[in-house]
C-alpha cells in the first residue's frame, strides 16, 4: 500500500507568513485530464479546499493567457501549458487564496519532489518545515479539519462553507 502524508496546509501558511522568503519544497503528484502534467499538492489543495469558489471568478477573467478554467465541481483548475506565471490571479483574488510563491519556484529542481517516488517522497518530508508534512495512517478527520485531497494526501485546512450550505 502507497504511503499516505498529511500536509498541514493551514502550518505551511503560518509558517510563509513568519518568513515570507521562505523556500518551501514543492511536492508534485501526476494529474490527468485537460491540465495533464504534475502539479504540486499545495495548488490542488488550495483550490479544492482554500478558493472559495467564485461565481464570478476574477481569477479567470484576469489571466491573460486564458490558463484558468472551473472543473465540472467548480474547483479551479490551472493549464500548466498555458500559464505565464504573470502572477495577475494571485493579485486579483479577493482572499488571498493563493500563496504568493505558488509560482516562484518553477525552475529550482531542488525544490521539486516527485511524490510518486518513494525515495523522493521521504526526501520531501524531510526537507518541508517542521511538523507540516508527516507520514500517516489515519484517515479523514473532519473534525479535525483533516480532509482527503486523494488515496495518498491528506490535507489539515480550514475550509470555507458558504453561508448558505
Ligand atoms: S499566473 Fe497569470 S497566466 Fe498563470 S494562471 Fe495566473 S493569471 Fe493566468
Ligand atoms: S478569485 Fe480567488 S477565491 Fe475566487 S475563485 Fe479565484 S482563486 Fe478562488
Not at 500500500?1 to 498529511?6: A, C, V
Not at 479567470?60 to 465541481?73: M, Q, R, Y
Not at 493579485?91 to 518553477?106: L, Q, Y
Not at 525552475?107 to 525515495?119: A, S
Amino acid at each position: 500500500m502507497e504511503r499516505r502524508i498529511l500536509i498541514d496546509l493551514a502550518g505551511l501558511r503560518l509558517a510563509l507568513i513568519a518568513d515570507p522568503g521562505m523556500k518551501i519544497p514543492e511536492g508534485f503528484l501526476p494529474v490527468s485530464g485537460k491540465s495533464e502534467g504534475m502539479k504540486t499538492i499545495r495548488e490542488l489543495a488550495v483550490f479544492r479546499f482554500t478558493c472559495r469558489k467564485c461565481e464570478d471568478a476574477p481569477c479567470i477573467s484576469v489571466c491573460p493567457a486564458d490558463a484558468l478554467e472551473k472543473d465540472g465541481e467548480g474547483i479551479i483548475d490551472r493549464h500548466l501549458n498555458l500559464c505565464i506565471s504573470c502572477k495577475s490571479c494571485v493579485t486579483i483574488c479577493p482572499f488571498g487564496t493563493m500563496m504568493t510563491d505558488f509560482f516562484r519556484h518553477h525552475r529550482n529542481r531542488d525544490l521539486f519532489f516527485d511524490l510518486d517516488d518513494p525515495r523522493e517522497l521521504e526526501l520531501f518530508v524531510e526537507a518541508c518545515p517542521p511538523g507540516t508534512v508527516t507520514f500517516t495512517n489515519s484517515g479523514e478527520a473532519p473534525e479535525k479539519n483533516i480532509f482527503s485531497l486523494n488515496d495518498r494526501v491528506l490535507v489539515r485546512d480550514y475550509l470555507y462553507t458558504p453561508a448558505n450550505k
